[in-house]
């Protein structure tokens, strides 16, 4: 039995021995490469690799679209199981979509026609979860990582920041200066806040514009601004006032409002922020703890790419006895920053007028000539746009619109005017002056394709109360 036994792993190795050299030969003379190579060396256990070709030989060319073509009918069998007979087959499907993970959201369907309420709930369940998934590991979602150890001068320290993040810095300051920064990679803010305290500076908004910060000298008596501020993902918190009234004649509407700045990385311009106010609580240094004014509501903050900050005020009760400082601010900030920009190609005659990516639809609803000025009606519809398109959202206002010729160029419009507003989409009105013909023109509609809501948890400490 032993003697037999080693006899035929003799004859295996031999075979074997013979298909690799019968391959190789096949490979170095130009013939179609032999798939035996991959079979033996996944029989022993090995996983195989693509055997180098020559031009014109196509090695395992398909092996990328089978895995694609495998990878959707799985996703498709598990969407087809959130309505299965049974409810374990039925949470199964649902586990196994999550499972998966966020590098499939491309390929769920917003909505499935027929489907039925549960399924149609563990869909957008699944979808809620990958979302806040993809939101956890993606990089822009999570801040800009930058160190600036190294570096030896205040302009290198700029230009690294400058070249991460694509914000460029106005100051008055010698490049040549020197700087001593050893910190490990932190966020975009909490970076430029050590090397502003370094350098005894501050931030002007209102002296920089859309992805550009003006650093001015700070003001006497300025606190740090790494000790004052809380950095989470894209943002910076830091309170800058505090302010306390007492009503005489009704003490229940007696109160302090805690003011916080929120700035924002200028690159990602988030399209609204609000706190919910059942979310803060502020502990004080005697001990006691303050609640929000009132249980219920939000305190909804507007943002513009045109400034990377705003300013709210958050409201709490009045405190008992005589407390100095709020020793612990904590709350929730809750915030839809836009996907990637895409752009929309629609031909002012003939063509599609409708074109879709990912969640959002544009449609060429209207056109019309008077004197060579066009008027073109815009229809746009966001699916799952949230909160993304209330009325004081005017970010999709802000989004490029103009007619290109076949050489590249353009023709910008006159203004436009907003036609309807809901809560899934709008309908815009462009005016262009167009002196040629259109058969060969496009407009071109650029905007994010999606929104994804993030909730960030924050803290501010050692607030003195007036």
């Known amino acids: 039995m032993f003697l037999r036994a080693s006899l035929d792993q003799s004859v295996s190795l031999l075979a074997r021995l013979l298909l690799i050299a019968a391959c190789m030969i096949s490979v170095s003379s130009d013939l179609v490469p032999c798939n035996h190579l991959a079979y033996l060396t996944a029989q022993d256990g090995v996983t195989p690799k693509t055997i180098p070709k020559e031009e014109g030989i196509s090695a395992n060319s398909s092996d990328g679209e089978a895995e694609n073509v495998a990878k959707k009918k799985s996703i498709q069998k598990w969407i087809d199981g959130l309505d ?21 959201l491309n390929e769920l369907p917003l909505s499935i026609p027929g489907q039925s309420p549960e399924a149609a709930e563990r869909l957008a369940r699944v979808r809620e979860m990958l979302t ?31 070249l991460d993040t694509g914000v460029s810095f106005h100051h008055g300051l010698n490049d040549s200066d020197s700087i001593e920064l050893a910190s490990p990679e932190l966020t975009f803010w909490h970076t430029l806040d050590l090397l502003l305290d370094q350098k005894n500076l501050d931030v002007n908004f209102y002296g920089g514009g859309p992805q550009t910060l003006q650093l001015v000298r700070r003001q006497k008596g300025r606190p740090s601004r790494v000790d004052s501020a809380d950095y989470r993902s894209i943002f910076r918190l830091e309170p800058t006032a505090v302010g306390s009234r007492r009503t005489l004649r009704q003490s229940g509407l007696g109160g302090i409002n805690v003011a916080v700045e929120v700035s924002w990385e200028p690159q990602i311009t988030p399209i609204g922020i609000s706190f919910p106010l059942q979310k803060l609580r502020a502990t004080l240094d005697d001990g006691s703890v303050l609640l929000p004014q009132q249980s219920g509501g939000t305190v909804d903050v507007s943002t513009t790419p045109q400034i990377a900050f705003a300013e709210c005020n958050l409201p709490l009760q009045l405190p008992n006895g005589r407390p100095q400082k709020i020793v612990s601010l904590e709350g929730v900030m809750r915030s839809m920053l836009p996907g990637s920009s895409k752009r929309f190609e629609i031909p002012l005659v003939g063509g599609t007028r409708e074109v879709t990516l990912d969640s959002m639809t544009v449609t060429l609803e209207q056109l019309q000539e008077n004197n060579k000025i066009y008027q073109v009606v815009l229809g746009v519809e966001l699916v799952d746009a949230g909160r993304s398109l209330e009325s004081h959202r005017q970010w999709v206002f802000e989004n490029r619109v103009f007619v290109e010729r076949a050489d590249g160029s353009t023709v910008e419009h006159l203004g436009f005017e907003v036609l309807r507003q809901s809560d899934t989409g709008f309908g815009v009105s462009y005016l262009f002056s167009i002196d040629e013909a259109l058969n060969e023109l496009r407009l071109i509609y650029e905007s994010p394709t999606s929104v994804s809501s993030q909730e960030i948890e924050f803290e501010l400490k050692e607030i003195p109360l007036p």
């Open 84 to 104: 299965a007979a049974t409810s374990s087959e039925r949470r199964r499907a649902e586990q196994a979509l999550i499972a998966a993970g966020p590098g499939i």
């Open 132 to 162: 806040a998934s993809r939101i956890e590991t993606d990089p822009g979602m999570l801040g800009t990582r930058i160190s600036l150890a190294g570096l030896e001068t205040f302009g290198a320290a700029l230009e690294r920041l400058g």
